[in-house]
């Protein structure tokens, strides 16, 4: 742009991302925010669309269609690839593997983390994780296929294997979908099958931890355990996993002793997180300190140290400790377009200052977790705050009067309303637009000039 306003770029549509463009917008400033997928996606609720109860419109929305009213922004499909801090440009990659450059004056990092598989990335192919659209839609496939092929199948050990759901991880997202698995073949599939008995289903969690929800009061994470096995959750803390592969898991106890094999045909990951390999690029060539998970050092004002010029926000944020929460990025995203409205003022830039808005945790119908501050509510009062709290950051109205239709359906019925899964096609051609068809970005190596 050649209007001499401010070249802000964005990479990430999360929360974070999201909140900054939007609190830009109608400022003297020239937003662009790039994405990968170009549609926002509310993260704390992938869950349920993985397992059957909401659709993937209801939990996101185009990026394009969101900040529309917003002329000063742009936004842009593509993955951000390269940095190249003195010219003041990224280079991105679109999904047909080509790629494109785009020049800034201020740079917003909000790409977000990924699953972390802790340098056992093979364990993916067996394994799905739980952070965008395409691991829902997978896990849902898994979910509701495995019950479909055991229907088929005569008693016996080939049919348990079907039926037994492990997952990896006794946070959040562990115990979210831990709880949804067990409730779904208690309630929605329990009278729908001739052959087989979906409340036999097994659901085993595990955790390297001493207990479930350990960034909960003790009180509440010793609820939630109690939730679990009263729904038939089978719960193995202190181990950690060192096998994932097509018939089941291997898990090995913290403390010393022998491995434990359990078969399970379905294996679902939510035990960690890592930065995104843009992030890591970031880092290496601003030649900022990250630690094991690739979070990023940075200043009181979320600045990369020597370069006032490059935000880090959400989950990134290598500093005091911060979660990896949506409020977090939320927060960040509006402290960075403060920071830029200072910079246009003249005023010096505030430091970032992280609210705690509380926890939440959903487990069944019923049943949630809620604590913030002082206040930490458990069954019907923490499931009614649960929910609340969820609708309130869902974007578009329309999705939010429809979650809250789909919600009230689930409690009055036992349906799911959305439990349509995709097998693909053998002959039809595969899709041009993937990113797994880009392959692994690569870069040269540095020339040491000796």
């Known amino acids: 742009m050649s209007n001499g306003r401010t070249k802000v770029l964005i990479i990430g549509g999360g929360f974070g991302g999201l909140f900054c463009a939007r609190s830009l917008g109608g400022d003297d400033v020239d937003v662009t925010l790039l994405d990968r997928a170009a549609c926002h996606v509310f993260q704390p609720l992938l869950y349920q669309c993985a397992t059957g109860t909401l659709s993937i419109g209801q939990i996101s929305r185009s990026l394009r269609e969101e900040l529309a009213r917003h002329r000063n922004v742009t936004t842009l499909l593509g993955e951000a690839v390269d940095l190249d801090a003195d010219a003041r440009r990224v280079t991105a990659r679109r999904p047909d593997a080509s790629t494109f450059e785009l020049d800034y004056d201020v740079l917003v990092v909000a790409a977000g983390m990924r699953q972390s598989y802790f340098g056992r990335d093979d364990f993916a192919k067996w394994a799905p994780g739980m952070k965008t659209l395409d691991d829902a839609l997978t896990i849902r496939r898994r979910l509701f296929a495995a019950f479909e092929i055991a229907e088929t199948l005569a008693p016996g050990p080939e049919r348990d294997g079907w039926l037994t759901f492990a997952i990896a991880g006794g946070g959040p997202t562990g115990v979210e979908l831990a709880g949804q698995i067990r409730e779904m073949a208690t309630r929605a ?179 949630a977790l809620l604590q913030a501050g002082p206040v930490k509510l458990t069954g019907v009062l923490g499931w009614l705050g649960w929910g609340f709290i969820h609708i309130a950051f869902l974007t578009g109205v329309q999705n939010r009067v429809s979650t809250v239709a789909t919600w009230l359906s689930t409690i009055a019925r036992a349906r799911r309303t959305d439990r349509t899964f995709m097998l693909g096609s053998g002959t039809s051609p595969e899709q041009p637009y993937t990113w797994a068809a880009c392959g692994p970005v690569t870069h040269p190596r540095a020339v040491d000039p000796a």
């Open 189 to 367: 599939l329990a009278n729908e099958f001739h052959s087989i008995e979906p409340e036999d289903a097994r659901v085993l969690l595990f955790d390297g931890g001493q207990c479930v929800l350990d960034s909960f009061a003790p009180g509440l994470a010793a609820k939630a355990a109690t939730i679990l096995e009263d729904l038939g959750v089978e719960m193995h803390m202190g181990v950690h996993v060192t096998d994932v592969r097509r018939e089941g898991i291997t898990v090995t106890p913290k403390a010393g002793g022998p491995s434990e094999d359990h078969a399970a045909r379905t294996v679902l990951w939510t035990a960690g997180v890592e930065a995104v390999p843009f992030a890591r690029r970031v880092a290496d060539k601003l030649g900022a300190t990250s630690d094991h998970a690739g979070r990023i050092a940075v200043e009181a004002d979320l600045t990369v140290p020597g370069h006032d010029e490059i935000f880090v926000i959400g989950d990134l944020v290598g500093r005091d400790h911060l979660p990896g929460v949506a409020e977090n990025a939320m927060q960040g995203g509006l402290h960075v377009a403060s920071c830029l409205r200072r910079d246009l003022k003249g005023k010096p830039r505030k430091p970032f200052r992280y609210r705690d808005l509380g926890s939440a945790a959903y487990i069944s119908r019923g049943h």
